[in-house]
């Protein structure tokens, strides 16, 4: 019997459970000395200078930094095709751009000390104007870069047309509209989220011998060793990467931090390894921010529910300094369409700079944000003409026969089957008697009123091309090393690695050890993120188990005299013999003692053929109080088709997570400034973080489509729930309240917002 | 999230605790459970250049029926609070508010004498000893004296205890009949965004409410109303007279006068008024 998709208990949890984890800040590491930084207070503002005197002077100090001490060029813009005149320095550099900017960076004997210390930096500023509205940044009234000349960072599709894009991508727009009877058209803000991983950033640096060791809370350690070698004007060689267990990431850890970069120079500086840790106020305003686009979304069609045509303009905040967020309206163009069939579409999208936190990639990093925009529009369009927002979804979604399809963006979803998706969640949430339900507390002007809120959604995973890297090795005792180039940060890959060895060797999984995250004993990898790990990594590690069982196979027929062909593997025993003698045989441990130095082993670099278009549909059922604004879900229901599903328990997992961060943008979580840039929600009791208190019991309903672009039919799943519960939970708040007029409730659904939108409506207003 | 230094001297006994007081001067402040000081010192929102811890304090940890009051340790832990079979009898009101204070962790470490001394308008418990008109125990190197809760908030973060004195006991009114506890907040752990106690005492309802101004208090408009023979619905409409909440993150001041008017409402109605 296959171990694959059973629910094989996560190997990596004793551990966890019991003596913890070990993250970069548990580390001994003797005589490291600590760094905190200063940091800007302001959003915008010249620096007359900076006085670290009393800082250096501080009990305890070693040295205090200032951009005037570094002798490294600015980090590029962090945007591919970005505007390359908007780069970014190590240290604030004369001008501060958003509060929490490292200005100054002190090092001290002990942790306290160097606290102490930074509080004495002090700081001239001479204050700018803040930038705070994307939409106002786009003026070019206040520049961040004034060397740039302006605060547009890119735009899309242009800017990567003839690039990443045909040369014809810049779509046009003329007229798409004309053949519709109806046109709704709204602004929908996708608001600016902080990911919050439980671990904040956190790092360490110590050279010896010429040589650097860095340890970093990370999603791509390659990467980062990469990085550092090019910031630091040394060969790859030079620099080992080292992540030890990793409290989440979710996009926000996948490069490495300037904060994180410098203590690799501080160290070389001083001659002293170095450790630096942020509290989760600095991690508020410092780990990137994800989403942040403000959109403008048209859709047309018949007033029988055919769309004809949808146009979407998109504002994306970059922050300060523009990273990978900033690239990210790439992905939203990818996925324009969602799982519909429209004939005309235009697509526009400018990121920009403000005097806020950088945005970077997080859960979804551009799709989310492509499906809210549609499946929103896709409710507009259906309370305008009348429709059951259900039907009007059946009636446009792209036909189970039509795969591999291409959209009008171009891009080429795998297979799916939409419809059945759909089928699946209205019955499993009993759809018809939820909207008797409704029907029932609408007529009986019940305080509480129920929103029935739908998605149907497809998305991309492994969208970067790329490949990764996986080796297998039977050691002389039988047990089997597997090296991977993924990096997992809660998603199991231990678990799950060992399961796909397992299956093919027959050798436990609990004989089984998965390395990663270390540079020095992975030779390769490109890491875990943009759900692309089982397609990729998995592939590969599942590949080099299939070679090693070859060369066990072609060295057991020799030791047995026997022709290869008719050897077999008996999985139950862990060993080959002849087909039909089982009585004489070798094991693995045999095998890799005969295969002399290094036993047995086989590593592979895996290449997908193209990315993955995991898909699936949500009900979610809300009670909204109309007199408090407060919402409450009451239902979550879930298809979410990923493919072939190797552990349902470890793929649950991620749905849940995924939804539970989907809900709490829909309805809790938001990054707020002040107009003059000032966080306001830089700690957990501000900010919104959801908690399973806030959450139902999720009803996940399982479906798998297995993609033909692997041979594990596997697509990614680390996305997806964030992707299709969001507007899901957003048309359940907006249908709640539909009978009262209103059309439009903005992300998050605060009870005030919900309040208001409500009250705007009964005032006659067009909420 | 590392504090500034500070002296740290723990108390044997309460005379111990005031003598510290009075010596380390008035930079000094009394820790208790310290869910509220600590996060405060750890962001160095607060610098005291001295704790005097009193968390051992055994002797300040109890209920006791004290004839027409309750009597309460101030170092009565939320938790103990929720599940005293005297409060249950005499005031079960008190235990269901102390049940929602945060989370499991903060009820067990934070004290109900901490919470009221810290004189924080969005805590839950002032606002029920404001409308169980409590006497707060406040005991100094001058001897013990009594103030009634009505005098006791004097503004935000700020309540009648001097700088060398302790509150040690709280007495409250038992309850009688049908009482309301309504707490609105976005997130099970939150303080509450508004909050409204109504308890009976001696017949007539008293209605108390959290975060809508610089202290914790009592409806005085609705109760006024009650009195006059309102129904609870046109009653709560003055639920928000007097009142001056703030605006934030979690609400505008408008809205929370607008949910003061619901949220008492529906106090007002589960009490049975």
């Known amino acids: ?767 | 999230m590392i504090p500034a230094a500070f002296e740290y001297a723990r108390a044997g006994s309460v005379d111990e605790a005031i003598s510290l007081l009075s010596e380390h001067g008035e930079d000094a402040k009394v820790l208790a459970g310290g869910h509220s000081l600590l996060p405060l010192m750890k962001l160095r929102l607060a610098t005291p250049s001295a704790l005097i811890d009193v968390g051992r304090l055994q002797e300040l940890s109890y209920v006791r029926d004290a004839g027409d009051r309750i009597a309460i340790g101030a170092l009565t832990r939320h938790r103990d609070l929720q599940v005293s079979d005297e409060l249950a009898r005499s005031a079960p009101i008190v235990s269901h508010v102390a049940g929602l204070v945060g989370d499991p962790q903060v009820r067990h470490r934070g004290t109900i004498g901490g919470s009221v001394a810290h004189g924080d308008p969005a805590s839950d418990l002032p606002a029920v000893v404001l409308a169980l008109d409590g006497e707060l125990v406040i005991r100094g190197p001058a001897g013990e004296r009594v103030v009634p809760a009505s005098e006791f908030f004097h503004g935000f973060l700020e309540t009648a205890i001097g700088p060398d004195e302790l509150l040690v006991e709280i007495r409250l009114r038992k309850t009688q009949g049908g009482w309301s506890y309504q707490k609105f907040n976005r997130r099970a752990q939150d303080w509450a965004t508004v909050g409204v106690a109504v308890a009976r005492t001696d017949g007539t309802p008293a209605v108390a409410l959290v975060n809508m101004g610089a202290t914790p208090l009592r409806a005085a408009a609705v109760e006024s109303a009650l009195a006059a023979g309102a129904s609870p619905a046109e009653a709560a409409e003055s639920a928000a007279e007097g009142a001056d909440p703030s605006s934030d993150i979690q609400a505008s001041a408008e809205f929370r006068r607008h949910l003061a008017r619901v949220l008492v409402r529906r106090g007002l109605e589960e009490a049975g008024v």
């Open chain 1, 1 to 767: 019997m296959s171990i694959l998709g059973n629910r094989v208990l996560r190997k990596e949890d004793p551990k966890f459970l019991t003596v913890g984890g070990s993250y970069v800040d548990d580390l001994p590491l003797e005589g490291a000395v600590h760094v905190v930084y200063a940091r800007s207070t302001m959003a915008h503002a010249r620096i007359g200078g900076v006085d670290k005197s009393e800082a250096e002077a501080a009990p305890g100090v070693l040295a205090v930094y200032t951009a005037a001490d570094i002798d490294l060029a600015p980090i590029p813009n962090g945007a591919p095709f970005g505007n390359p005149a908007m780069t970014r320095p190590w240290l604030a550099d004369g001008v501060v751009r958003y509060v929490g900017e490292p200005v100054a960076a002190v090092v001290a004997q002990t942790r306290a000390q160097a606290v102490d210390a930074a509080e004495m930096v002090i700081v001239d500023y001479d204050p700018l104007p803040a930038v705070v509205d994307p939409e106002a940044a786009l003026r070019d009234e206040t520049l961040l870069f004034p060397e740039a000349g302006t605060n547009l960072v890119m735009t899309f599709p242009d800017a990567l047309a003839g690039i990443m894009l045909p040369a014809e991508a810049a779509d046009q727009d003329e007229g798409i509209f004309d053949d519709c009877e109806v046109v709704v058209a709204r602004r929908i803000v996708n608001q600016r989220v902080a990911p919050c991983p439980l671990e904040v950033r956190a790092g360490a640096a110590s050279w010896t011998e010429g040589r650097l060791t860095q340890w970093a809370t990370t999603q791509a350690p390659h990467g980062v060793r990469d990085t550092l070698a090019q910031s630091l004007g040394v060969d790859p060689t030079a620099v080992r990467v080292v992540s030890p267990d990793v409290g989440g990431g979710f996009g926000a850890k996948i490069g490495a931090y300037p904060e994180e970069l410098f203590l690799a120079w501080i160290s070389r500086a001083l001659g002293r390894p170095t450790r630096w840790v942020e509290t989760r106020s600095e991690s508020m305003t410092n780990l990137g921010h994800g989403r942040a686009q403000v959109q403008d979304v048209r859709i047309g069609g018949t007033r029988d529910g055919r769309i004809l045509a949808y146009r979407l303009d998109v504002i994306q905040d970059s922050g300060a300094y523009p990273a990978i967020g900033a690239f990210l309206p790439m992905f939203t163009r990818t996925m324009l369409t969602g799982v519909y069939d429209v004939p005309k579409v235009y697509f526009k999208a400018r990121s920009v700079a403000t005097n806020t936190t950088p945005t970077v990639a997080y859960r979804g990093a551009g799709r989310p944000e492509a499906t809210a925009a549609i499946e929103r529009a896709i409710d507009l369009f259906a309370a305008e003409i009348g429709m059951d927002p259900a039907d009007v979804r059946r009636r446009n979604l792209v036909g189970k026969d039509r795969f591999p399809f291409t959209t009008p963006t171009g891009t080429v979803y795998d297979v799916g089957d939409y419809e059945r998706a759909l089928d699946l969640v209205l019955e499993a949430a009993d759809y018809k008697s939820l909207r008797k339900e409704q029907a029932r507390r609408r007529q009986s002007g019940d305080a509480s009123q129920l929103g029935i809120g739908l998605s149907v959604y497809v998305e991309i995973t492994n969208g970067l091309p790329g490949s990764e890297f996986g080796s297998v090795q039977v050691r002389p005792d039988g047990k089997v090393t597997v090296r991977t180039g993924t990096s997992p940060h809660g998603q199991g890959h231990v678990t799950s690695w060992a399961m796909l060895v397992s299956e093919q060797l027959g050798v436990a999984v609990d004989d089984i050890e998965v390395v990663h995250g270390d540079t020095d004993v992975v030779p390769r990898g490109v890491g875990t993120y943009g759900s692309r790990s089982l397609q990729t990594g998995g592939v590969a590690v599942n590949q080099a188990a299939g070679q090693v069982v070859e060369k066990a196979r072609q060295l057991a027929a020799d030791l047995l005299e026997a022709s290869p062909d008719d050897v077999v593997l008996d999985k139950a025993g862990g060993r080959f013999h002849v087909a039909g003698t089982p009585a004489v045989g070798r094991t693995w441990s045999e095998l890799a003692q005969a295969a002399g130095e290094g036993g047995l082993s086989a590593e592979t670099d895996f290449t997908a053929p193209g990315p993955t278009f995991p898909f699936g549909a949500h009900v979610v059922v809300a009670e909204v109080d109309t007199e408090t604004g407060r919402v409450r879900i009451s239902r979550v229901v879930a298809v979410d088709d990923a493919g072939r599903i190797l552990n349902p328990l470890l793929a649950e997992g991620q749905i849940h997570g995924g939804i539970a961060q989907g809900v709490a943008q829909a309805l809790m979580e938001e990054v707020v400034y002040d107009e003059d840039g000032n966080p306001v929600t830089s700690n957990l009791a501000d900010y919104e973080f959801v908690s399973a208190a806030e959450l139902p019991a999720f009803e996940t309903i399982h479906m798998e489509t297995p993609t033909p672009l692997n041979e594990l039919g596997a697509k990614g799943i680390g996305e997806s729930g964030t992707i299709g519960s969001t507007p899901a939970v957003q048309n359940a708040v907006v249908d709640a309240l539909a009978h009262l007029g209103v059309r439009h409730v903005p992300m998050p659904a605060t009870p005030e917002r919900v309040w208001r939108a409500i009250a705007e409506s009964r005032a006659g207003g067009n909420s």
